[in-house]
Every structure is written in C-alpha cells, then in structure tokens.
C-alpha cells in the first residue's frame, strides 16, 4: 500500500480536494492507497474552503477535514510527495532536503513522456548545482546558465491552478485539473 501525501499552500483548497478525490478514485478501482494533504503555510484547524466543498459534493464525494500544517512526521510517513506547483515542491525540499526522491509535482508524476521527465531531472540537477555554487560563493557558467533557461522554457508547466477566493467556476476547473493527473497517478500506481 502506497502512502501518498498531497501538499498546497493552505490545505484547503486544492490538497484536500486531490487527497478526498484520490481517496474515492483508487477505492472505485480496488486500489489500496493511504492519503493525506498538508500546507506548507498555513495552522492546524483551518476550514476548508467552502467552494472546495461543494465541488466535491457535486462530484458525490464528502470531505470533513480541517487543515494541518506540513510536519516532518507527515514527510517521514509518505512514500510519495505530490505538490500542486513546482514552488511548493521546492519549498517544502528546502525544509526537507531528505524527501527529494519521493517528492513531484501530481502532475510531473503524472507525467510519461521520457523525454520531459529527463529535462525535468536535468534541470533539478542544475538547480542543484547552482545552489551548492551559490553557497560556495560561486555562480554557474554561462553555459549552464543558458542550459538552465533553456530548460526553464521548453518544460511544460506542472502547477495546478490556485482557486482560492475565486469563483466556484474556477475551483471545479482546478479540481478538473487535480482529476485528470489522478487517473494518470492511479493508472500509474495499478502497474506496480
């Protein structure tokens, strides 16, 4: 059993809804997974956003939970790490360096194209590099530096749009978004 934890900025608005989606999605397909969603800035005990809610509720699924922040033990506990945009993934691998191999955007894990998710490894790898030069007191190569760019351009962008305080429109085009990556997640984790 796969344990899977969901992370946006608040935890409520688009990991809760990706964490209650999953929950209903892998059950219909008679796969085992545990689930869970935290925020990388927000406090324990948060309501849920109201239009998240209801677009659960119109998609028959109900969710009850508040939100918690992201902790160390919530780290420790998943096998794998899905934010809803390349920040959160790089804010959260900040406080978490240990989490990098378990941690993706839902759509970059969602992702099978070979060749993007080679560039997305080539450019981690650059970032990497251009922060351990950074704190050396160095920079990057012009060479890297136009690689870097190039790869910045040509990716595909992996983050799912941030309803929060939109209108209900918006949050059901975000949890469209979140439920697209999650038939590919589940296809994905059925093969294992």
């Known amino acids: 059993m796969k344990r899977i934890l969901f992370v946006c900025t608040g935890n409520t608005c ?13 059950a219909l397909r008679g796969i ?7 925020g990388i800035s927000t406090i324990d005990g948060l309501p849920v956003s109201a239009h998240a809610v209801e677009t659960l509720r119109q998609r028959d699924i109900d969710h009850k939970s508040t ?13 794998i790490i899905l934010t809803m945009t390349s920040n959160h993934k790089r804010g959260l691998l900040q406080w978490y360096p240990e ?11 969602a992702n099978r194209d070979a060749q993007v998710l080679a560039d997305i ?12 030069k950074q704190a050396l007191g160095q920079q990057l190569t012009s060479q890297e530096r136009n690689r870097l760019l190039e790869l910045e351009r040509k990716i595909p962008s992996f983050d799912i749009v941030d309803p929060f305080g939109g209108s209900l429109s918006i949050y059901n085009s975000s949890a469209s978004e979140i439920e697209d990556a999650l038939v590919k997640l589940l296809d994905k984790l059925s093969k294992r």
């Not at 990098?100 to 894990?109: I, S, W």
């Open 14 to 26: 688009r990991s809760p809804m990706a964490e209650a989606m999953l929950r209903r999605m892998a």
């Open 32 to 38: 085992t997974v545990a689930v869970r969603s935290a």
């Open 67 to 79: 939100s918690l922040a992201l902790t160390g033990e919530a780290v420790g506990w998943a096998d």
């Open 99 to 109: 989490a990098v191999d378990k941690t993706y955007t839902l759509k970059e894990y």
């Open 121 to 132: 490894e080539e450019l981690e790898r650059l970032y990497s590099e251009m922060q351990m």
